[in-house]
């Protein structure tokens, strides 16, 4: 155990906030600062079906998942994955893949920035998921 209230996890969504500007970080998950324009308005329009729980789906052996909530007690992190899939095993369970590697987490439009910061949220989701 951490001694980390469940409340003071810090949010999944603010680590790619955070690896690409500890300013921008601050101002949107400690000032609750944000205003709202044309492309967050598209980004959350693009993005609107990766939480919705109700449209999870089967491919053959293969069960996608969205709007996963995870949560990892040592990084003391939570969050929510867009899209997980789980395999069917040989006993018909169904199981993440063994790489984290195949394991979508996230949905984004093309970056105008390069957003080399975004794999460092998808390592700590699939870390979360795994756990």
Known sequence: MT???EEEYLAISGIQHF??????????HLERQWVENLRTVDGQ?????????AQTESRGDTLLVRGLPVVSHTLCVQ???DV???HRDANGCAKLPSSASTMGSGY?????????????A???KASCARS
């Open 3 to 5: 001694g980390v209230r």
């Open 19 to 28: 690896a690409f500007c500890r300013r921008q970080w601050a101002l949107i």
């Open 45 to 53: 329009l693009f993005h609107q079906r990766a939480h919705d729980a």
């Open 79 to 81: 969050g929510v994955c």
């Open 84 to 86: 997980v899939e789980f």
């Open 108 to 120: 984004r439009t093309p970056c105008l920035n390069a957003c080399s910061t975004l794999p460092s």
């Open 122 to 124: 998808g390592c700590c």
